[in-house]
């Protein structure tokens, strides 16, 4: 009896400590799936975010090229008047509160709202913060679900990067527009301001220029919806498959 209890209290304690040490391990990876469970919901917040931010920078986009074919189709005749109405009911000058509130801003001069809606390109700045983090961590490689990861890495990479993409190719043209106008302003030996200078030099140099600025801006759109849609279909597979956050 004494050597079966010599026996026995060493398989004890050696399955008590396998024991512990599999309880530790599974609390270990249940905690990991409820911090990437955690990183993921927090991700699906900032692509929301987004998806606002898209859907309203769509609407920029859409006016930006409305304005720009307005003035091509009506070149040689159009007024700075028929500009500030087109703007008016067509609004891409904008201003963003501390809160993220978009406001439309429709008080025009002669000046630079004419060179403005001429050049305008609308800057494109989705928020990236927590995909990049997660990213950096390696934390995106960790999900297992590969539709999902998919998804979110064609987001951050072909979508977003060929809306970059052609984000500055508008403004390239936007500074081409702008080198036009300080180039045909600096004509004059006496102040002028950027609607008489519109008025009085429009050209052929200048239409081509809008020419190129509307093929740009109708595949900048095209490509938005398309980033747009991702960022759709990430946030309905992770309501589907992971818990929110309490």
Same mark, same amino acid.
């Given at each position: 009896?004494?050597? #079966?209890? &010599? *026996?026995?209290?060493? *398989? @004890? *304690?050696?399955?008590?400590?396998?024991?512990?040490?599999?309880?530790?391990?599974?609390?270990?990876?249940?905690?990991?799936?409820?911090?990437?469970?955690?990183?993921?919901?927090?991700?699906?917040?900032?692509?929301?975010?987004?998806?606002?931010?898209?859907?309203?920078?769509?609407?920029?986009?859409?006016? &930006?090229?409305?304005?720009?074919?307005?003035?091509?189709?009506? =070149?040689?005749?159009?007024?700075?008047?028929?500009?500030?109405?087109?703007?008016?009911?067509?609004?891409?000058?904008?201003?963003?509160?501390?809160?993220?509130?978009?406001? =439309?801003?429709?008080?025009?001069?002669?000046?630079?709202?004419? &060179?403005?809606?001429? %050049?305008?390109?609308?800057?494109?700045?989705?928020?990236? *913060?927590?995909?990049?983090?997660?990213?950096?961590?390696? %934390?995106?490689?960790?999900?297992?679900?590969?539709?999902? +990861?998919?998804?979110?890495?064609?987001? =951050?990479?072909?979508?977003?990067? +060929?809306?970059?993409? &052609?984000?500055?190719?508008?403004?390239?043209?936007?500074?081409?527009?702008?080198?036009?106008?300080?180039?045909? #302003?600096?004509?004059?030996?006496?102040?002028?301001? @950027?609607?008489?200078?519109?008025?009085?030099? #429009?050209?052929?140099?200048?239409?081509?220029?809008?020419?190129?600025?509307?093929?740009?801006?109708?595949? %900048?759109?095209?490509?938005?919806?398309?980033?747009?849609?991702?960022?759709?279909?990430?946030?309905?597979?992770?309501?589907?498959?992971?818990?929110?956050?309490?």
């Amino acid at each position: 009896e004494t050597m #079966r209890k &010599l *026996i026995a209290e060493p *398989i @004890f *304690i050696f399955l008590s400590v396998l024991a512990s040490l599999w309880v530790d391990g599974y609390t270990d990876e249940i905690k990991e799936k409820d911090e990437l469970n955690d990183s993921i919901i927090t991700l699906s917040n900032e692509i929301s975010k987004n998806i606002e931010y898209t859907k309203e920078h769509i609407y920029q986009v859409k006016n &930006l090229k409305y304005m720009t074919e307005v003035i091509y189709d009506n =070149y040689s005749k159009i007024t700075l008047n028929k500009l500030k109405t087109t703007h008016d009911n067509n609004p891409f000058f904008h201003n963003i509160d501390i809160n993220g509130n978009v406001s =439309y801003d429709k008080q025009y001069d002669d000046d630079g709202s004419i &060179l403005w809606m001429l %050049r305008g390109f609308l800057a494109w700045e989705p928020a990236d *913060i927590f995909f990049k983090s997660m990213l950096n961590s390696g %934390r995106l490689l960790e999900i297992e679900n590969d539709k999902l +990861r998919t998804e979110i890495e064609s987001i =951050y990479t072909k979508h977003e990067e +060929r809306v970059n993409g &052609l984000t500055n190719f508008t403004k390239i043209n936007s500074d081409k527009i702008g080198n036009w106008f300080e180039k045909k #302003r600096n004509k004059y030996n006496s102040d002028i301001n @950027f609607g008489d200078v519109f008025l009085k030099e #429009r050209d052929q140099e200048l239409k081509n220029l809008l020419k190129d600025k509307k093929a740009t801006l109708g595949g %900048r759109l095209v490509n938005l919806e398309f980033y747009l849609q991702s960022l759709q279909n990430v946030v309905s597979i992770i309501s589907n498959d992971y818990k929110t956050v309490n």
